[in-house]
């Protein structure tokens, strides 16, 4: 049934296609500069850079320095910090590649790997300010509470996945030991890192221009849908959701409410970006889906929440 789904809406994707070509056209031109122009220069560099980290051994260091808050806050072991640091300021999908990593090279286990993809694979923090905040939303006195609300939602929600994956209170006892058969020289990791790196990136580019363009068909349909434009629409890729969101008729405050929850699940793009990163381990994704589902729900909570009060 799920295959004969599958084979439905890609069918149907492939005739959309053919019969409007020119939204077609404008879909992938608009996914492929968002791309080329944000996505590649942004995420490229941490991409290598956290390889590079991990096969030569100098995560040790990070690891190091991160873990006496980070390991003691989220209940997690020296290595699975530096997945926490990189998620939390990196952005999706970093977090699941970063955890993904870790989990193939033994650095961390499969129940670590679990918890930290439950709440590290969020939104970049610049993202949020830059884009969503000051650019769309027009909102910059309220920068530092709705920056605060949208990180502390995955923060607090990892106090309740603890619980759920039965991380032990000192996880680093319990986590597999760091092997140094997997650290290499700085000359023979770089080119594996580089070319890991262009591999990721045009992967993540892939999706972005195959969701830009069913946004683009989808919005093109002869059907008032109140749900399907404000809703299902801007769910499906976050950078084109953020805008349709704030041009709306909606009142600036929905527009907060919305855009920021859309920023806590990470829309349906990033999602799938995500699966591609994990894809080779044995961490589920359906679980992965419900917990960022959950991290939206909270943050809409307190989203919501301050809006009545200020």
């Known amino acids: 049934m799920r295959h004969l789904l599958s084979v439905l809406c890609m069918t149907g994707l492939f005739?959309?296609?053919l019969l409007f070509p020119k939204n077609t056209f404008q879909g992938a031109s608009s996914g492929?500069?968002?791309w080329f122009n944000t996505v590649l220069p942004t995420l490229l560099p941490f991409i290598i850079l956290s390889n590079l980290l991990i096969r030569t051994g100098a995560i040790d260091l990070i690891a190091r320095v991160t873990s006496p808050v980070l390991c003691r806050l989220f209940r997690v072991s020296p290595y699975g910090s530096f997945a926490v640091l990189i998620g939390f300021l990196c952005g999706c999908p970093m977090?699941?590649?970063?955890?993904?990593?870790?989990?193939?090279?033994?650095?961390?286990?499969?129940e670590e790997g679990r918890y930290l993809l439950s709440f590290c694979n969020n939104t970049s923090p610049m993202f949020i300010i830059s884009y969503i905040?000051?650019?769309n939303l027009n909102r910059s006195a309220m920068t530092l509470p709705l920056l605060s609300i949208t990180l502390s939602a995955p923060v607090?929600?990892?106090?309740?996945?603890?619980?759920?994956?039965r991380i032990p209170k000192d996880v680093s006892r319990h986590s597999r030991p760091y092997s140094p058969a997997h650290s290499q020289d700085l000359a023979g990791a770089l080119d594996t890192c580089i070319m890991n790196g262009f591999e990721t990136i045009t992967r993540i580019g892939g999706y972005i221009i195959l969701f830009s363009i069913c946004i683009c068909l989808i919005g093109q349909?002869?059907?008032r849908i109140?749900?399907?434009?404000?809703l299902i629409l801007p769910s499906l890729e976050l950078t084109n959701g953020v805008t349709l969101i704030c041009q709306s008729s909606l009142p600036a405050s929905a527009k907060i409410l919305q855009t920021l929850t859309l920023a806590a699940f990470g829309g349906w793009c990033a999602a799938a970006q995500t699966k591609s990163m994990i894809r080779d381990t044995s961490l589920p994704f359906l679980p992965y889906i419900a917990e960022k589902l959950a991290t939206a729900s909270v943050t809409s909570?307190?989203?919501?929440?301050?809006?009545?009060?200020?």
């Open 15 to 17: 005739i959309c296609m």
């Open 32 to 34: 492929l500069i968002l």
């Open 95 to 110: 977090g699941g590649k970063i955890t993904a990593d870790l989990l193939n090279m033994n650095y961390i286990s499969e």
């Open 133 to 135: 905040i000051w650019q």
């Open 156 to 165: 607090l929600l990892s106090f309740i996945f603890r619980f759920l994956y």
């Open 221 to 223: 349909l002869p059907v």
């Open 226 to 230: 109140p749900l399907l434009k404000s």
């Open 301 to 310: 909570l307190l989203i919501y929440g301050y809006l009545l009060l200020c």
